[in-house]
């Protein structure tokens, strides 16, 4: 069989972005999420709660959910790398984790409206998200086999700019001809395709099947165009991979540049999830907005993401992936700011008119920073963090990568929770999030712009 030109290994590479997005998009952040919250809150209002305090465990379990997928990605990550990066393989495992994310995601159609297997829901969509973060750690290791230093950060961000337009077609086609509303219809007043039953909510619980229908179909240019460069064949042994992943942490202490970078990104990626998560509260609770401004406010910000991400590939490659990093900081430093000085009675200390749409038109403004520049940052820290893999052990050195994004992730939940409970303010809960941007920005100065290795691409 003829072996896939460069170019055709750099498109099948893209498709695994395009592929996967849904996950993020569909299920977790604007269908399945929002719907489990949903049936669990009336599930525990059916039950004798109130209104409050079902809202509150609703979220509750659903937050317990991510923060034990996190935990468990976050830790295990590493572990998997290793292990693949000692047996010379990585396919077998990409393939094994693609499984994972086919039967997790198709499985969320038999989550019951009535909140009767709520469990069963949770641990079909861990299922599904592990299998879905584990293979991304594998795919982002192939990063640096696609082209030259000079090279990556565009391959980095066209990816992702790829995978964006995937997720937001994926979210618009299931808004348009699937996802119901309280009429049973769809936003385009369609009744629910292939005669899915509104009443059941099967139109919403199709977003399951969809995902995995849409992962199916397009990771199929991906198996045909990405090969791998196999090592020597050896046999997986835990006690070798657990070997080299200890002495990875260890060398850290002799590879400044990659601490610092591992530091700085766990830091300002902690952050930008936590901009992700506030943003769609904040418009609620504070601006007032519906659910379909905030659907609109999403989708924006999704298409903001790849058209800048796509954009911002061009400048990593011309100027390196570590100006980019600190520009789109301090952008989003500016944009929390904002959020901390804007409500629906003023805007920096200036007062509104009663009905005044400034607010409004900011808040889209900062939608569109926050997808936009949030996935700029994502694309050049994946390039930033090839500059510094170990070329004997990419796999393992991007799992270090997913467990740094990981470790803190309670931290800005925390942080926005505390000062929200102390100010009373949703609006004052974000400012931790400017502390977090700052403290990862400090750390830059000591992470170079071409990493702390020697480079063994061709």
């Not at 009336?42 to 991510?66: H, K, N, P, T, V």
């Not at 949703?426 to 400090?442: D, M």
Request: aromatic share 12%.
């Amino acid at each position: 069989m003829t072996e896939p030109s460069l170019k055709k290994r750099i498109w099948g590479w893209f498709f695994f972005d395009w592929a996967s997005q849904p996950y993020h998009t569909v299920l977790l952040t604007f269908i399945f999420g929002p719907f489990f919250a949903s049936v669990a809150a009336e599930s525990y209002i059916a039950s004798g709660l109130s209104e409050q305090a079902a809202d509150a465990r609703a979220q509750s379990i659903w937050s317990l959910s991510l923060t034990l997928i996190g935990l468990t990605v976050g830790f295990g990550g590493p572990v998997m790398g290793a292990l693949a990066d000692t047996a010379g393989r990585r396919m077998p495992w990409i393939i094994a984790f693609s499984a994972m994310f086919v039967v997790g995601a198709g499985g969320l159609w038999w989550t019951e409206p009535d909140g009767s297997n709520l469990i069963w829901a949770l641990v079909f969509f861990a299922i599904g998200f592990i299998g879905a973060e584990y293979a991304l750690i594998f795919t982002n290791a192939q990063l640096p086999t696609l082209g030259s230093p000079q090279e990556i950060g565009k391959i980095s961000g066209s990816g992702f700019a790829f995978g964006y337009l995937g997720g937001l077609i994926s979210l618009a086609i299931l808004l348009l001809f699937f996802v119901e509303q309280a009429d049973g219809r769809t936003i385009a007043g369609l009744a629910p395709a292939f005669g899915l039953d509104p009443e059941a909510r099967e139109g919403t619980r199709f977003a399951g099947p969809f995902a995995a229908l849409w992962f199916l179909v397009f990771m199929i240019p991906y198996f045909l165009w990405v090969r791998e460069v196999r090592g020597e064949h050896r046999p997986h042994s835990m006690r070798a991979a657990l070997a080299s992943l200890i002495g990875s942490v260890r060398g850290l202490a002799k590879r400044p540049s990659l601490a610092s970078y591992l530091g700085s990104s766990m830091l300002y990626r902690d952050a930008l999830n936590g901009l992700y998560g506030f943003g769609g509260t904040y418009a609620l609770l504070v601006l007032d907005w519906e659910v379909t401004q905030v659907g609109v406010f999403g989708i924006v910000s999704v298409l903001a993401a790849a058209a800048f991400s796509w954009l911002g590939g061009g400048l990593d490659k011309r100027f390196g992936p570590k100006p980019v990093i600190i520009t789109t900081i301090l952008g989003l430093m500016l944009v929390c700011l904002t959020i901390v000085n804007m409500s629906r009675e003023s805007f920096y200390g200036v007062e509104l008119a009663a009905n005044s749409s400034l607010p409004d038109m900011v808040f889209l403004g900062c939608g569109i920073m926050i997808g936009g520049l949030g996935g700029v940052l994502q694309a050049a820290s994946r390039s930033m963090m090839v500059r510094h893999a170990d070329a004997e052990a990419p796999t393992e050195s991007f799992g270090l990568y997913g467990l740094s994004g990981r470790a803190t992730s309670f931290l800005a939940p925390a942080l926005i929770g505390t000062v929200t409970a102390l100010t009373e303010s949703a609006r004052l809960g974000v400012a931790p999030l400017i502390f977090l941007f700052l403290l990862g920005l400090i750390l830059l100065p000591w992470v170079k712009p071409d990493g702390d290795r020697a480079n063994t691409w061709d």
